[in-house]
């Protein structure tokens, strides 16, 4: 069975300060990850994922992810915090199984994200 | 080009109730998830129709929750009765093309309170 644990419920950093978050998954055969934020009130946004190829992925906002394979991680990271950071991120993961195909994305608890002026 | 919309936004009901929330997906998207996130926990899959058919619908909790889509456009997930362990968020995603890798757009969900 696949799962994901982000161990940080809340990160605080501040502006203009490089910021992680830390997600570990498992899976048994091929992982898709993703990332997505939740700003107050709004729904999810999607930010980046990982499909195959470069281990590093950029996405919006400035955000990248480093796809860790021997340690089972995807870590989102930006070099310098904003401010308008500040919100609640999501870790998933989609396994993909020879023998059973896709399987549905499941995600992480969340990071709360508090980037201080 | 309009996001997924779901109505309503809240809702607070006493135990007993009955509620149905509605879920419209960004045209064209085949792909209609719905997920619950109960407090501080997980977002958890609930079921995924492919047009007007359930595709996987492993993860609804039990037989008082029910999704439909009829036409393959809006959803529909009616829970009755309502307990109080259904208290959650409820999101929905569309994505277009083969499920699998695909980016899926989220509502902003409907905050379900029960009494």
């Given at each position: 069975a696949q799962s994901v644990a982000q161990p940080e419920d809340q990160v605080n950093v501040a502006e203009g300060n490089p910021l992680t978050v830390k997600c570990t998954y498992s899976v048994s055969g091929n992982p898709y990850l993703f990332w997505y934020v939740q700003y107050p009130n709004r729904g999810l946004q999607f930010l980046l994922k990982y499909i195959?190829?470069?281990?590093l992925v950029k996405g919006s906002y400035g955000f990248e992810a480093e796809f860790n394979k021997s340690q089972t991680s995807f870590h989102l990271k930006k070099p310098s915090a904003l401010v308008s950071d500040s919100a609640l991120y999501f870790c998933a993961v989609r396994d993909y199984i020879r023998s059973g195909g896709y399987q549905k994305v499941t995600f992480g608890t969340g990071t709360k994200l508090q980037v201080i002026p | 080009e309009a996001g997924v919309t779901q109505f309503p936004s809240h809702s607070v009901i006493e135990k007993g109730q009955t509620v149905t929330l509605r879920c419209d997906p960004?045209?064209?998207?085949?792909n209609l998830y719905w997920y619950r996130r109960v407090m501080g926990k997980e977002i958890k899959f609930l079921l995924h129709f492919v047009k007007e058919s359930k595709?996987?619908?492993?993860?609804?909790?039990?037989?008082r929750f029910l999704a439909e889509r009829t036409g393959g456009t809006y959803s529909t997930l009616k829970v009755q009765?309502?307990?109080?362990?259904?208290?959650g968020v409820y999101f929905c995603a569309s994505s277009q093309g083969?499920?699998?890798?695909e980016t899926q757009y989220f509502g902003p969900g409907t905050r379900l309170l029960v009494l």
């Open positions: 195959t190829g470069d281990n | 960004i045209s064209g998207h085949d595709q996987d619908e492993s993860g609804m909790p039990n037989n009765p309502a307990e109080l362990e259904d208290s083969l499920a699998g890798v």
